[in-house]
């Protein structure tokens, strides 16, 4: 019987949506190995983050909940995470692998003398037998690997698991008091960027730019309208957030981009660099306007647009308006 813990991810409050991913990695591992999952909250005013976590058949749910805990730090939540992962007795630790997880997670690992399985897209082996897969070389293989620790801490690619359905219940909730300490680091300020459309990684759509947008004027007279049509987020590709400023990197989609996998992914004068695929190509429908007919990008598009973009996205624009009414 093993006890897991899963780290929720938020931000002010709002719940990642793909923490209910790592809980159905948690569920996965209690039904293989037996036991259970209890869910971590961090934070500072995170009554209505635990909320939303009811339902989904937690344990329990420890909430830490402080000033000191305000605005992410890894240090402080190193230290918080280590204080649950004790209380919850969880031989596995869990969260999601995105910015947050990337961040955090290794540290949690040390703190614990875990292993880490970093980039977890699945279960493999047998019963209690563990085994996780994970990409390495941008996508380009998956290995297969097995924790030798007694504690596994895992991040998992929320893109590879669906999010865990509520199955009713409620589950009790403890508050934990940790001192979040001193630590080396200190909050100054945090920079977000301010936008009406979804956030890349949670998008449903997301439409992409690439270099063939000529500039970074070019490439929001393009993408602006066509992400409004959609209702999508706007990615781009490294080429473009590092030759153009008016595209900011946190928007770069690939192996040391976001890895995104929405129900629509379109893009837009992308040539398809195995580095951009590699956090991209596990979108459910991939929509490839190109005007080289051997651009790399057609081999993964279930649908492809041999033409140039400028001549062919405002009748394109136009025609989704039109179907979406
Ligand atoms: C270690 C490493 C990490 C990397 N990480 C990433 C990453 O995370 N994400 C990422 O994206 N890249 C990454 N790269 C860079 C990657 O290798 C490519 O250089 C980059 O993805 C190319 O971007 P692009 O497709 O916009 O540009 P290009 O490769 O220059 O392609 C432009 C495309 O636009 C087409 N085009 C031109 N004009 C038009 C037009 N008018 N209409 C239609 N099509 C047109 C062209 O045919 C071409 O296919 C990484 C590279 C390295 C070495």
Redesign the pocket.
């Known amino acids: 019987m093993a006890k897991i813990l899963v780290i929720a991810e938020q931000v002010d409050g709002a719940l990642k949506k793909g923490t209910l991913s790592a809980i159905n990695l948690a569920q996965q591992i209690a039904a293989r190995v037996g036991g259970g999952f209890d869910v971590g909250v961090i934070g500072s005013g995170v009554d209505g983050v635990v909320s939303g976590l009811q339902g989904f058949g937690a344990g329990a749910i420890y909430k830490v909940d402080g000033g000191g805990f305000a605005h992410y730090l890894a240090e402080p939540y190193t230290v918080a995470v280590k204080a649950l992962a004790e209380k919850s007795g969880a031989s596995f630790v869990i969260s999601t692998a995105g910015t947050f997880g990337k961040d955090l997670l290794p540290r949690v690992a040390a703190a614990l003398g875990a292993g880490m399985v970093a980039d977890c897209t699945a279960l493999a082996g047998d019963g209690a037998d563990l085994l996780y897969k994970r990409p390495m070389y941008?996508g380009n293989v998956i290995a297969t690997v097995r924790a030798k620790t007694p504690k596994v801490v895992i991040s998992v690619r929320t893109a590879e698991f669906d999010a865990a359905s509520p199955s009713g219940g409620q589950s009790p909730v403890e508050t934990v008091s940790v001192e979040a300490g001193g630590g080396g680091a200190r909050f100054v300020s945090f920079d977000g960027t301010e936008s009406e459309r979804p956030e890349l990684t949670e998008a449903d759509i997301v439409v992409s730019g690439?270099?063939?947008?000529?500039d970074g004027k070019t490439f929001w007279e393009v993408m602006n309208p066509l992400a409004d049509a959609l209702g999508a987020a706007i990615g781009a590709?490294?080429?473009?957030v590092d030759s153009w400023e008016e595209v900011p990197n946190d928007m770069?989609?690939?192996?040391?981009?976001k890895v995104v996998a929405p129900k629509l992914y379109v893009a837009?004068?992308?040539?398809?660099?195995?580095?951009?695929l590699?956090?991209m190509k596990n979108s459910k429908t991939i929509v490839a306007?190109?005007?080289?007919p051997d651009?790399p990008?057609f081999q993964i598009a279930d649908y492809g647009l041999v033409?140039?973009?400028?001549a062919v996205l405002p009748e394109f624009i136009q025609k989704v308006k039109a179907a979406r009414g």
Request: net charge positive; no cysteine; aromatic share 2%.
């Open positions: 941008a690439g270099r063939g947008l000529k590709t490294r080429a473009v770069q989609v690939g192996q040391t981009g837009v004068a992308i040539s398809g660099a195995i580095q951009h590699a956090g306007i190109n005007k080289d651009a990008i033409a140039d973009a400028f």
